[in-house]
T-cell receptor
Framework: GAVVSQHPSRVICKSGTSVKIECRSL??????MFWYRQFPKQSLMLMAT?????????EQGVEKDKFLINHASLTLSTLTVTSAHPEDSSFYIC?????????????FGPGTRLTVL | KQEVTQIPAALSVPEGENLVLNCSFT??????LQWFRQDPGKGLTSLLL?????REQTSGRLNASLDKSSGRSTLYIAASQPGDSATYLC???????????FGPGTRLSVLP
């Protein structure tokens, strides 16, 4: 089946630094990728929708200047957390949408655990 | 390795019926279990979150139960409506929060 990878799986950084998370669709082209985050003991929340070649659409309450999303190719989307702070510590998961024929399916990455010290 | 399965893969029911979706996971050492709804071309909508220490959660017409020892969860939908038509995913978070393991989903169609 289709596979979506994320890198890194875990990252620990100091406050004020920027962290880039990659989301790759390994065996299909994804025109749309979704980024989610989940804080401890909370549900997964959609952050933004990333469309290849265009600007991402951010959900209400998500700062687009802080969470930079780039979807430069059909197999790669990146999420950069700029000037990270401890409150940004969270689990970030991406999903990639595969549209093949009449099938419209979304595949999820394994997630990235970000810890900001 | 944690594996999550969902039964049935697809379900079509007439409006008004009560229905049950099943989720099974192979490793009972989980942090929590979540049920999601996914509409075509859309992101996930979290429906219910059950912590490993809990046995059930309710939200409106939805009730989810968790039996961690047997590796099972059920999502009960009461008085189904056409607007409930979507794919329902369950996902388990393994201990230490390393990753989520999602089930393949149940595609539900509620016919008016």
């Amino acid at each position: 089946g289709a596979v979506v990878s994320q890198h890194p799986s875990r990252v620990i950084c100091k406050s004020g630094t920027s962290v880039k998370i990659e989301c790759r669709s390994l065996d299909f082209q994804a025109t749309t990728m979704f980024w989610y985050r989940q804080f401890p003991k909370q549900s997964l929340m959609l952050m933004a929708t990333s469309n290849e070649g265009s600007k991402a659409t951010y959900e209400q309450g998500v700062e687009k200047d802080k969470f930079l999303i780039n979807h430069a190719s059909l197999t790669l989307s990146t999420l950069t957390v700029t000037s990270a702070h401890p409150e940004d510590s969270s689990f970030y998961i991406c999903s990639a949408r595969s549209v093949a024929g009449r099938t419209d399916t979304q595949y999820f990455g394994p997630g990235t655990r970000l810890t900001v010290l | 390795k944690q594996e999550v399965t969902q039964i049935p893969a697809a379900l079509s029911v007439p409006e008004g019926e009560n229905l049950v979706l099943n989720c099974s996971f192979t490793d009972s050492a989980i942090y929590n279990l979540q049920w999601f709804r996914q509409d075509p071309g859309k992101g996930l909508t979290s429906l219910l979150l059950i912590q490993s220490s809990q046995r059930e959660q309710t939200s409106g017409r939805l009730n989810a139960s968790l039996d961690k020892s047997s590796g099972r969860s059920t999502l009960y939908i009461a008085a189904s409506q056409p607007g409930d038509s979507a794919t329902y995913l369950c996902a388990v978070e393994v201990l230490n929060g390393q990753n989520f393991v999602f089930g393949p989903g149940t595609r539900l169609s509620v016919l008016p």
